[in-house]
């Protein structure tokens, strides 16, 4: 969820200004450095605050609005309201819903409630345009039209992962934005771990000086990574905090406190990320899952469909990331029980995966690979020990 604030009136927002500066500013001589150093501290949360409290008049545009939970909204309505602001939501009903209980937007866009946009402007070929609308609506005449221009391609899921891999490493040499995509968190690893080996071997990332991250895999310098989780307690170069689905390019992998200094992709500005949540809030991030990936936008888009994850939002979102080109690979059987990929060797006769450098203490868990045998404590099986834990059946991780 997105949440951005418009304000109306450039006198409120100098006031602003000018209150935080007299605070920040205030003469502090007589006072002792801690004192001065509380002073300003003071300031700044006071300041910090006042910037995310609704005023009246403001207007509050959460964006991908489907993908907000009932109680999340509801409370952010509640205080609009009291503050005298507009909440205007944006998005789309046909898209991914939200993990918790949701489908206010749809329910609003079947009452008549909301403004719909009239032409698609996303696609080049004119054609594209009409199938995603089909296949939003669950068409079944959407497949054939994707056929017709040679845009899915099927057969045994490693020859699927294969092709979608290498068609996505050719957009990406061609100076081409890309972006992968999986429905389940094991061929996302599986085609992350590829990914960075190939760019190891091309001398792209340091697979030497490496941090661990939650999904078990290192990052060194030169990797992407992507952000998995909220934190207003990490804050960047602008001052701005990290928000989950944040893409990151690492300059530094700290050997000896495991954390990561990178470059966010959306602005440029530079943020330190602390061992704690790089281990438990950042993956890499060559190739995600359809979650992930809604309300990106891309010159092509390749998306391996897996069987029994074939659902008419996964699919409609997969399949319209891409302004180009999008692309289906779909798997005739079920992924294999363990699908790690092996990476080749380097020059030197190592292989190219990135190792630790920074191990664990003795006293901390190890964390092991998540394969169907060995599940990461999620939710979905730690309330249910004797379910089925395939890559098929489980939940993608958003």
Request: glycine share 8%; aromatic share 6%.
């Amino acid at each position: 969820m997105a949440v951005r604030v418009r304000r109306r009136g450039a006198g409120h927002r100098a006031e602003r200004f000018f209150d935080t500066e007299r605070r920040l500013t205030n003469p502090v001589a007589k006072s002792s450095p801690q004192t001065a150093l509380l002073a300003q501290k003071a300031a700044w949360l006071s300041a910090e605050q006042d910037r995310w409290r609704f005023h009246p008049n403001q207007l509050v545009v959460v964006d991908e609005a489907s993908m907000v939970s009932t109680l999340q909204l509801a409370a952010l309505v509640e205080q609009a309201r009291d503050a005298g602001a507009k909440i205007l939501l944006v998005g789309d009903p046909g898209q991914l819903d939200a993990i918790d209980a949701g489908g206010v937007l749809g329910w609003l866009d079947r009452q008549g409630k909301t403004a719909r946009l009239s032409t698609i402007w996303r696609f080049e070929h004119p054609w594209e345009r009409d199938a995603s609308l089909k296949l939003r609506a669950g068409k079944v005449a959407a497949i054939s039209d994707y056929e017709q221009h040679q845009r899915i391609r099927h057969g045994t899921y490693l020859d699927m992962v294969d092709q979608a891999y290498l068609q996505w490493q050719s957009d990406i040499r061609a100076g081409r934005s890309s972006i992968l995509i999986a429905a389940d968190n094991d061929t996302v690893g599986m085609l992350n771990e590829r990914a960075q080996a190939d760019r190891v071997i091309q001398g792209l990332v340091d697979a030497e000086e490496t941090a661990l991250l939650a999904d078990t895999l290192c990052a060194g310098r030169g990797d992407t990574v992507i952000a998995r989780r909220n934190d207003r307690t990490v804050a960047d170069s602008n001052g701005d905090f990290l928000r989950n689905g944040t893409l990151l390019d690492v300059v530094r992998a700290g050997r000896r406190d495991g954390s990561l200094t990178a470059v966010r992709r959306d602005t440029g500005a530079i943020v330190t990320l602390h061992r704690d949540y790089v281990e438990s809030a950042v993956e890499l991030g060559y190739a995600t899952t359809a979650h992930r990936s809604q309300g990106i936008t891309v010159d092509t888009g390749h998306t391996v469909v897996t069987q029994g994850r074939l659902t008419r939002e996964l699919l409609y979102v997969s399949m319209t990331r891409g302004r180009g080109g999008n692309y289906a690979y779909v798997s005739e059987n079920d992924p294999p029980t363990t699908n790690r990929w092996t990476p080749p060797c380097n020059r030197n006769g190592r292989r190219s995966s990135p190792k630790c450098s920074r191990q664990k203490a003795p006293n901390e868990p190890l964390t092991k690979s998540a394969t169907p045998n060995n599940p990461k404590p999620t939710a979905w099986n730690a309330s249910a020990p004797n379910t089925t834990t395939s890559p098929k059946s489980q939940p993608p991780r958003t």
